[in-house]
């Protein structure tokens, strides 16, 4: 069965400190992976989405995941968080021939000024 | 803001009871899926309507059954509460276009308590 493995559950930062939020898949087939975030009170959002091509994806608010295919992962950084980014992210990945997403568990991360 | 609407934001239960949550989809979608998240947990996939059509079910027991409308609009209903129901139910609506993927967009979500 397809499964997506999130590796850090709570990561609690400082202003500009640098960002990685593991994501692991267990699929061998072709995939399209997410990520996916929720502030505080507000719906899930799509940060940034891999189907193909540059491995190196950029997304919204400075955020970017680089797709390592032999790793079967799918990792999230961003160079300097800010106290904004005080969120719950999720990875996610779709395969097969509709729209369901397997999701991780979701990594809750806080950013203190 | 996604257009994606949900209702109710709230709601509580006692065990045994049925619930019905609804999805309004986003203007132009014709596809929704609806995911639980539990406390701590990520969203896993329930199912998904297209045409009106289940389209997809996750491993989740038949007392989970849903609708989907000739407007698109959509409902969950779910069965026999148990204890372990007890979750915020999320939907997703797209646009279904031949076999590649189409991005879902979420709603807020109806966070369900059973008690």
């Known amino acids: 069965a397809q499964s997506v493995s999130q590796h850090n559950h709570h990561v609690i930062l400082s202003e500009a400190a640098s960002l990685e939020l593991g994501c692991n898949y267990s699929?061998?087939?072709?995939?399209?992976l997410f990520w996916y975030v929720q502030y505080p009170g507000q719906h899930l959002q799509l940060l940034l989405k891999?189907?193909?091509?540059?491995?190196l994806v950029k997304g919204i608010k400075g955020f970017e995941a680089e797709f390592i295919k032999s790793k079967f992962s799918f990792n999230l950084r961003k160079p300097s968080v800010q106290w904004s980014d005080t969120a719950e992210y999720f990875c996610?990945?779709?395969?097969?021939?509709?729209?369901?997403?397997?999701f991780g568990a979701g990594t809750r991360l806080a950013v203190h000024p | 803001e996604t257009g994606v609407t949900q209702s109710p934001t709230h709601l509580i239960k006692t065990r045994g009871q049925q619930v019905t949550l609804r999805c309004s989809s986003q203007?132009?979608?014709?596809?929704v899926s609806w995911y639980q998240q539990a406390l701590g947990q990520g969203p896993q996939f329930i199912f998904q309507?297209?045409?009106?059509?289940?389209?997809g079910r996750g491993n989740f027991p038949p007392r989970f059954s849903g609708l989907q409308f000739p407007n698109y609009s959509s409902e969950l209903n779910v069965n026999a509460l148990e204890l372990d129901d007890s979750a915020l139910y999320l939907c997703?609506?797209?646009?279904?276009?031949?076999?590649?993927?189409?991005?879902?967009?979420f709603g807020p979500g109806t966070r369900l308590t059973v008690l």
């Open positions: 997703a609506s797209s646009m279904t276009s031949g076999r590649s993927y189409n991005e879902q967009f």
């Open positions: 699929y061998g087939g072709t995939v399209n």
């Open positions: 891999y189907f193909s091509g540059d491995p």
């Open positions: 996610a990945v779709n395969s097969g021939g509709y729209n369901k997403l397997i």
């Open positions: 203007s132009g979608h014709n596809t």
């Open positions: 309507y297209y045409r009106e059509e289940e389209n």
